[in-house]
T-cell receptor, first 109, second 114 residues
Framework: DAKTTQPPSMDCAEGRAANLPCNHS???????VYWYRQIHSQGPQYIIH???NNETNEMASLIITEDRKSSTLILPHATLRDTAVYYC??????????FGKGTKLSVKP | DAGVIQSPRHEVTEMGQEVTLRCKPI?????LFWYRQTMMRGLELLIYFNNNVPIDDSGMPEDRFSAKMPNASFSTLKIQPSEPRDSAVYFC????????????FGPGTRLLVL
């Protein structure tokens, strides 16, 4: 079973920041938080991952709370092409990716 | 880099027929994963290989499913005989290492068993 809890759906206005929350209250010290997304009819795509520090790359930012029990993926300026299902995954260094149901993000004009 | 390549992209077959799905991982990647995605069950890991050796096949649904990786650049997932409940999108993914590295997914094969 997935170790994370995400809202099933969210809306965001185009050009605005999209903030996607994820709860992972049972995360252990050596487990990473990964985010993937799946655009309709395509394979999942890696976005970002982190252990305890906040991370940023060209796609998004990942904010992990100090107790590591939750995190937020931030898409700073959402576009229509960011409409997708976003998966938050907790994974150990030797573990497999276990995909839950994710959050369906709809970016609206 | 061409990314992970899967073929065919679409397959329609009749119940009882043998189905073979193919995957070419990204060059240099030493892990290969097969997933299945359905509306009911979401995205499930079926089996994965490390350096062409199957490591964990606990997700393979039953003996009708088999997977091979004869070399570092090719893998197959075979269903024999196929059944309507096998209808799904099958994804192949590859990665370099398993310790924190990311997986790159192929475009998937959409299988419909009539």
């Amino acid at each position: 079973d997935a170790k994370t809890t995400q809202p099933p759906s969210m809306d965001c206005a185009e050009g605005r920041a999209a903030n996607l929350p994820c709860n992972h209250s049972t995360i252990s010290g050596n487990e990473y938080v990964y985010w993937y997304r799946q655009i309709h009819s395509q394979g999942p795509q890696y976005i970002i991952h982190g252990l305890k520090n906040n991370e940023t790359n060209e796609m998004a930012s990942l904010i992990i709370t100090e107790d590591r029990k939750s995190s937020t993926l931030i898409l700073p300026h959402a576009t229509l092409r960011d409409t997708a299902v976003y998966y938050c995954i907790v994974r150990g260094s030797q573990g497999n990716l276990i995909f839950g149901k994710g959050t369906k993000l709809s970016v609206k004009p | 880099d061409a990314g992970v390549i899967q073929s065919p992209r679409h397959e329609v077959t009749e119940m009882g027929q043998e189905v073979t799905l193919r995957c070419k991982p990204i060059s240099g990647h030493d892990y290969l994963f097969w997933y299945r995605q359905t509306m009911m069950r979401g995205l499930e890991l079926l089996i994965y290989f490390n350096n062409n050796v199957p490591i964990d096949d606990s997700g393979m649904p039953e003996d009708r499913f088999s997977a091979k990786m004869p070399n570092a650049s090719f893998s197959t997932l075979k269903i024999q005989p196929s059944e309507p409940r096998d209808s799904a999108v099958y994804f192949c993914a590859s990665s370099y290492g398993q310790g924190g590295e990311t997986q790159y997914f192929g475009p998937g094969t959409r299988l419909l068993v009539l």
